[in-house]
């Protein structure tokens, strides 16, 4: 059944339900334990239930993996100019979604960030996680030159530029936490490969 609401109201109001999962699920994760928390509790806590939590988050463990920044900042990549080079549309896109983020959302990213690096199960499916980054930044750089989502030099490029950023911030942050200055890091790493690689 399609739902009466306007679009946007309707996108707002499953932001709206999305967010409220997530931010009781960490709740749960940070006062009883990550392996103790059930997704039934995580749907009680939310008033949704357990067939719409697993509209949002296809696992528990998706609460956290997930990233909500990654298709943002996809769509500011191939929004970027033509003829920008992949590390400055890169570096444009990170900025224009991290440097717009309010306290909240840097708060809410640092509480799921340090889950993550707590969590061993969570960081056991980090190179599943980069594999998946690797794929969706080399697709929209392709995508921004004309190419097949496959071609070889996009996926060089983007295996290059997602390990300047492990490199720099590694799952979970430094020390469980993320906040502008590893940004302004990362930044300068990717500007630093620009210069040494010129990757075109």
């Not at 928390?37 to 067939?51: C, K, N, R």
């Not at 199960?121 to 969706?136: F, G, K, P, W």
């Not at 390990?163 to 890091?185: Q, S």
Request: aromatic share 6%; glycine share 4%; net charge negative.
């Amino acid at each position: 059944m399609t739902s009466s609401l306007p679009a946007g109201l309707r996108e707002r109001k499953k932001a709206k339900t999305r967010a409220a999962i997530r931010d009781h699920a960490m709740r749960l994760f940070e006062e009883q334990g990550y392996a103790a928390t059930t997704v039934d509790q995580i749907a009680e806590a939310a008033e949704v239930s357990q067939s719409t939590f697993f509209r949002y988050f296809p696992t528990k463990e998706d609460v956290i993996l997930i990233d909500d920044y990654d298709p943002l900042i996809v769509a500011a990549i191939k929004a970027q100019p033509p003829g920008t080079p992949p590390v400055r549309a890169l570096v444009n896109a990170m900025r224009e979604v991290f440097l717009n983020l309010g306290p909240d959302e840097w708060e809410s990213e640092r509480r799921r960030q340090k889950i993550y690096q707590t969590v061993p199960e969570l960081r056991a499916r980090a190179m599943h996680q980069t594999v998946s980054a690797i794929d969706m930044l080399a697709a929209a750089l392709a995508e921004r030159e004309g190419l097949p989502p496959d071609d070889r030099k996009s996926r060089v490029v983007a295996g290059a530029l997602i390990g300047v950023v492990l490199a720099i911030v590694p799952p979970g942050g430094r020390d469980g936490d993320f906040d502008p200055a590893d940004f302004a890091e990362v930044e300068a790493a990717l500007e630093m490969l620009e210069h040494e690689v010129k990757l075109r």
